[in-house]
């Protein structure tokens, strides 16, 4: 029989990998393309909806809608990134901010309009219910399939960034713009394309979230201040960063949940806090 | 600033008492506001809280748009001043103005205590400490639920007329002289304080934070200063709210509250001393009239009109709207 | 200048009073939180006072009926007392009504109050909101009177031992507070409390750590909206085994789609409610069947019940009074009114103006390979145990 410490851990850990994936993508935006995206959980909230309209209209298996959450968020994405985003690159943060902050009020008030307020429920298939017992321990398998495309996911993206041709266009485009565009790079596009990506994540993370935490139109503001917070204290632009974030951030929620409840609401904020008051460019990040 | 700016032709005193001269616009907006009481009499509820926020989007330009520290958990001193204000009102003295005078001494305490960590942190890293500050004092109000009589709300407040005369009326006649009133005062103060050798510091530590000690202006102790000026500010704002509605519940304390003044300030301009003002008027009249038109779907059209300032006038409505009369100006 | 103000404002005051009985429509303003986190209760209430106009029609005592909506956005208090106001001296409503959430009733009673308007709260369920204007009357519950219920009811059907389960706020503790009580003075013990932060998407760990105490049994509050569904997923997913451990609740915990959340883990839960759309009655079923017409087939829940009965309380005062509007008479015409409503036998006390009704206790079973609350035991005449224990 194992101690209930390790069930603590691997909750924390699956509830971590739900908020890595839907915060990623803004990690990328924000600490790579210096852009201030916090309409980035209307992605997300995108994903989920698709996942949600294929299963209930159409009957689709969960997994074959996973996707079509990532390639909708990210199709969408691109649209916006287009027609408005891209003309703010160069504009103030605080520019940045309201634009973004009025497209996520627009998708609260779209999704109610075209999905109306109620929580969406979804019917996982049978076998991913439940749990199983593992000495002792109850494994939610649902759980276990979480932690499982989070990892792929982190290894994917960072051999992606890391050992691909397009990972060190991007690096280049973020390290130096016009040196990059005088080599050839086409850093529009390679923006684009990175933007499309973390968009994209969101909505599979928005998918992967229903099951946890439900769908509703207000979705795209949630979980909003859950990932600045990952964001922040994994660093910007940092993957390994914002994974180890997310981990700890989870870890300490359901930690603090089990074991001193007292505590409540205060748990991850002061943790956050802490955090940040030691290393202020959060853990693996270079620069605040 | 623009290579036209007189400021090249003048000395540093003639310079900063032309910064302090009143404009015919100035005294025109601020005769605008007693409209109200003659125009839209049924409005004056709207007209006062309309004055607070914008009291309250004041107090964060002074940091944000003056001294460049964006915070997102500026409804901290602002729930503060609401729930001192509240509480004293309850259980002490209904008088308002001493009921303003403990929010703003309540506020500014923490403030100033919690300027010393606000001072060391620049950028998103600020951005979240702030954040985080804000959510656990909401929190603490949450599980105070015998001082702050918690998510239901403070009940029993029952506030005296002011200068004993002016009873709070239904229609907001009172509330809306007094909030506007109180605006006025605090704007003199922050108009004042903008424009003098402290307000200059304090632009040059937004354009450069490094480089003014150098000039022998400490930024750190001006951050501290300004921050404490801000919480203060901040704290009157929630005083008056919690006095003019004789209740006080968690959302002064929320993130909404936080990031909605900070959208009204951006909206109007930020580092503009009518910025804040303006902000908070278009905000909240949009916000009313849209709810009115489709009480389940104003977030969209507010949403556009967001989108739409940000696109035809950066920097907010008073930021583009200057930069388009300096161009006509030049033609 | 002030007090020329006053003047005029004592004028406008007078022409308002007059214009207002020369009016032949009866004004009601709605407050709700139609945008935000409650929305969806919201739509829902407001569709049950939509039902209760259309089966009733919209005149009453020969005036016409209409209703002005305001959107408050969520527990705003500030902002729900400038809407009572501007609803009272810019749209001179004759009666205010709605109110989802507590501190937002218990602001706009401050303008009931002092404004004499009759108001009508249709879900707020925190006790002490009808002591703030002597014109207000409840038509939903109130949150003691269904959680000591089901205290009392468990401690006398075998149940000893009760961990409590509930979200850390007002609510919360107040349900925490009188089903402890209840059980306790019934001959239970209370085994410990967990207190669960509102904000808070994933239940996981409370549940988990509420099936690793292994108690008889588990009472459960949250407040309606998304949490249920939350709740019912963990539940799920932990497995509590319903043989060992009995979980009891107030009736949010098993609402619909907390129920399609759950699956067969919800096999077994007890509940003390109001309302559910299985209860059987000639009336409920035509309640149901023309409120699925109107709604794409959903079921009514207590939201809707809330909104129709409230309206309901409003044709039967105005019947009363003749029409007249003026909220000492529109109140004393609402109290000690007595009803056949949707859920069952209804009466606002005379006394405290509060709801006395029937709380029902329900089991969920697979009826048609559909998980339903099934009542199986009631508990008539239901008072607020609170406003009983203060006099």
């Known amino acids: 029989m194992l101690p209930p410490v390790f069930g603590v851990l691997f909750d924390g850990i699956a509830y971590g990998m739900l908020l890595f994936l839907l915060s990623v993508g803004m990690s990328v935006t924000l600490g790579l393309m210096n852009f201030v995206n916090l309409a980035h959980c209307a992605f997300g909230m995108l994903g989920a909806y698709v996942t949600v309209m294929l299963m209930k209209n159409f009957n689709w298996n969960f997994f074959a809608t996973l996707p079509f959450a990532f390639l909708a968020a990210a199709f969408v994405s691109v649209l916006v990134e287009r027609t408005l985003y891209r003309r703010l690159y160069r504009a103030t943060d605080l520019d940045q901010v309201l634009l973004t902050i009025g497209l996520a009020f627009i998708s609260v008030a779209a999704a109610a309009w075209f999905f109306g307020t109620t929580q969406q429920p979804v019917a996982m298939p049978s076998y991913m219910r439940g749990s199983i017992t593992f000495f002792g321990l109850n494994i939610g398998i649902y759980r276990l399939f979480l932690i499982a495309v989070g990892i792929v996911v982190t290894i994917l993206l960072v051999m992606t960034l890391e050992h691909t041709r397009f990972g060190a266009q991007v690096r280049a485009a973020v390290d130096n713009q016009r040196m990059a565009r005088g080599l050839g790079i086409d850093v529009d596009r390679t923006f684009a394309v990175t933007f499309a990506l973390g968009s994209g994540l969101a909505g599979l993370g928005g998918a992967l979230a229903i099951e946890i935490v439900g769908l509703d139109p207000h979705f795209a503001f949630v979980y909003l201040v859950y990932v600045l917070i990952v964001v922040s204290v994994g660093g910007l632009g940092s993957i390994a960063g914002s994974f180890a974030a997310a981990c700890l951030i989870g870890i300490s929620d359901i930690a603090g949940k089990y074991y001193v409840p007292q505590l409540g609401g205060f748990l991850i904020y002061l943790v956050m806090v802490a955090v940040l008051m030691w290393k202020p460019a959060g853990l693996f990040g270079k620069r605040s | ?331 | 200048m002030k007090t020329m103000l006053y003047a005029s404002a004592a004028a406008a005051v007078l022409a308002l009073v007059s214009t207002a009985q020369a009016q032949d429509t009866v004004k009601i303003g709605v407050i709700l939180p139609y945008s935000g986190q409650f929305a969806d209760g919201a739509k829902q209430m407001d569709a049950g006072i939509k039902l209760y106009m259309k089966m009733n029609g919209d005149t009453v005592a020969g005036k016409k009926i209409e209703i002005i909506r305001k959107d408050v956005a969520g527990p705003q208090p500030p902002v729900a007392k400038r809407l009572a106001q501007e609803l009272v001296v810019r749209d001179n409503v004759d009666i205010l009504a709605g109110f989802l959430l507590t501190p937002n009733a218990m602001a706009a009673a401050d303008i009931s109050a002092e404004a004499k308007k009759f108001m009508v709260i249709m879900n707020a369920a925190t006790s002490i909101i009808t002591t703030k204007s002597n014109y207000s009357v409840r038509t939903s519950h109130t949150l003691p009177q269904v959680s000591a219920t089901m205290g009392a009811w468990a401690a006398k059907n075998g149940v000893k031992k009760a961990y409590t389960m509930v979200s850390d706020y007002g609510p919360g503790h107040d349900a925490e507070t009188s089903f402890q009580a209840a059980l306790k003075s019934a001959g239970g013990e209370s085994v410990g409390a967990v207190r669960m932060a509102v904000a808070n998407p994933d239940f996981s760990a409370y549940v988990q750590r509420a099936k690793d105490l292994n108690p008889e049994s588990i009472f459960v509050f949250i407040p309606g909206g998304a949490q249920p569904a939350a709740i019912g997923k963990a539940f799920a997913e932990r497995g509590i085994d319903s043989a060992k451990t009995k979980i009891l609740g107030t009736g949010e915990l098993t609402d619909d789609s907390a129920l399609v959340n759950m699956g067969d883990t919800a096999l077994g839960i007890i509940t003390a409610w109001t309302y559910d759309h299985n209860h059987k009655s000639a009336l409920n079923e035509k309640f149901v069947a023309e409120y699925k017409k109107d709604n794409n087939g959903e079921n009514p829940n207590f939201f809707v019940a809330g909104g129709y009965d409230g309206m309901h309380v409003i044709y039967e005062a105005l019947k009363k009074t003749g029409g007249k509007t003026d909220g000492e008479a529109l109140v004393n015409a609402a109290k000690g009114l007595k009803w056949e409503a949707p859920r069952g036998p209804m009466m606002i006390d005379p006394e405290t103006r509060d709801i006395v009704q029937t709380i029902y206790i329900r089991k969920v079973e697979k009826v048609g390979g559909k998980l339903v609350n099934v009542e199986f035991d009631k508990v008539e005449n239901v008072k607020d145990p609170v406003k009983a224990a203060m006099k």
Request: glycine share 12%; with cysteine; net charge positive.
């Open chain 2, 1 to 331: 600033m623009t290579a036209s700016d007189p400021a090249a032709a003048m000395t540093p005193q003639t310079y900063m008492q032309s910064l302090s001269r009143w404009r015919v616009l100035e005294i025109a907006f601020w005769l605008a506001t007693l409209l109200p009481f003659w125009l839209f009499p049924t409005y004056l509820s709207l007209a006062s809280q309309i004055a607070i926020t914008a009291l309250f989007a004041l107090s964060l330009d002074l940091i944000l748009g003056y001294a460049g520290i964006v915070s997102l958990g500026h409804a901290a001193f602002f729930g503060l001043g609401a729930y001192s204000a509240g509480i004293f009102t309850k259980f002490v003295w209904g008088e308002p103005f001493s009921g303003l005078l403990v929010a703003a001494l309540v506020a500014g305490i923490v403030g100033f205590a919690s300027s010393f960590i606000i001072s060391r942190f620049r950028h998103l890293t600020l951005i979240m400490i702030t954040l985080g500050l804000g959510l656990l004092l909401h929190e603490a109000a949450n599980s105070m639920s015998w001082l702050t009589g918690g998510s239901d709300g403070l009940q029993g407040v029952s506030i005296k007329p002011v200068f004993g005369v002016f009873k709070f009326d239904l229609y907001g006649y009172t509330a809306y002289g007094y909030a506007l009133g109180i605006l006025f005062l605090c704007f003199l103060f922050t108009r004042r304080l903008i424009n003098s050798p402290f307000g200059l510091a304090l632009r040059g530590i937004r354009e450069n934070f490094t480089r003014m000690p150098a000039i022998g202006a400490d930024s750190r102790a001006h951050i501290r200063k300004v921050y404490t000026i801000s919480a203060i500010i901040a704290g009157i704002a929630g005083g008056i709210l919690a006095q003019t509605t004789e209740t006080v519940a968690l959302e002064v304390l929320s993130f909404e509250r936080s990031a909605d003044v900070l959208v009204m300030l951006v909206l109007g301009g930020a580092g503009r001393l009518y910025g804040g003002l303006i902000g908070a008027g278009v905000f909240m009249i949009a916000r009313d009239q849209f709810s009115g038109i489709a009480p389940q779907y104003w977030y969209f059209w507010i949403g556009v009109l967001l989108v739409v300032v940000v696109m035809l006038l950066p920097n907010g409505i008073l930021g583009g709207l200057s930069k388009l009369t300096a161009r006509w100006r030049r033609k």
